[in-house]
């Protein structure tokens, strides 16, 4: 049995409470606007997180792993292995890794390195799908990588503004709208609307609002299909991911023919998938 924790009133009260609200970080701000620049280049990138130690490090953890590194030539600058991973994938990992960083809690460390873990999960594969598609979608691919990325950001916004110990909860292990009824018995409002409601105030795209709202219901729209689509597929490969340099590997790795069965089995995008 649920007990309720806190009213719908109080739990927005919390989350828009302009005193106390968390922000987004400036880092992930600037590379956000220098994944949307076409003229940016990988030293733009280094000159945003050269200073940031943990972002550096992972970095350079994955670039290398021998899935990058096959045959063992290991580097030990910044630039190298942004330049061996590539200026997209550098930045992708830095965004997310930015977030882990400065929108997090202290207690249940574990569960929040794997939330952002599942969410740049996600972010890839969506990522991925879009790429693979013949006729592209109305929302391009970076709006798809920032929807996958920040759709469960509602999970986080509760541990941190109303209830320190969301992620301690019994409900924590289920999923979808399982989930979000759990939640809203406890704090009158769920995931899916407390992310929704963190975004508005952080002024984000009516897009990546109404993706984060709506993330667990059926829609017309492809863009948000494909998320949804790239979110099954993790939870049934990817189900125990812990932390973002695993899901790398994971990606390095997994057959990518998997990702095209679960497109071609998928009645939306079927007509989408180029004819082999």
């Known amino acids: ?35 949307a620049d076409p003229h940016s280049n990988s030293n733009d990138l280094n000159d945003i997180i050269g200073t940031d130690f943990s972002t550096s490090a992972a970095l350079l953890k994955i670039a290398n792993s021998t899935a990058y590194n096959p045959h063992g030539r290991a580097l030990s600058s910044l630039p190298h292995a942004i330049a061996r991973l590539g200026i997209s994938t550098s930045a992708e990992i830095a965004m997310s890794m930015s977030l882990l960083e400065n929108l997090t809690t202290s207690k249940s ?69 399982n989930l979000c009824h759990a939640e809203t018995k406890m704090y009158g409002i769920n995931h899916a609307e ?26 017309t729209n492809l863009a948000f299909n494909l998320c949804h689509l790239a979110e099954s597929f993790v939870n049934k490969h990817w189900p125990n991911i812990q932390h973002i340099e695993e899901v790398q590997q994971l990606l390095c790795y997994s057959p990518v023919d998997k990702i095209d069965i679960a497109m071609r089995a998928s009645p939306v995008f079927q007509k989408y998938m180029p004819n082999t």
């Open 1 to 35: 049995m649920i007990t309720p924790f806190s009213s719908r009133e109080e739990s927005l009260a919390l989350i828009q409470d302009a005193q106390n609200m968390p922000t987004l970080p400036d880092r992930f701000l600037k590379i956000r606007d220098l994944i």
């Open 109 to 177: 460390i574990e569960r929040v390195h794997a939330l952002w873990a599942h969410a740049y999960a996600v972010a890839m594969i969506a990522k991925y799908m879009h790429q693979h598609l013949k006729a592209p979608l109305e929302n391009n691919i970076s709006t798809v990588f920032m929807m996958g990325l920040l759709h469960d950001i509602g999970q986080l916004i509760l541990a941190i503004r109303v209830d320190e110990n969301y992620f301690a909860h019994d409900f924590h292990a289920l999923y979808g709208e």
């Open 194 to 219: 407390a992310g929704a409601a963190i975004l508005t105030c952080w002024n984000m795209p009516d897009h990546l609002i109404t993706y984060t709202l709506n993330h667990h219901q059926t829609s």
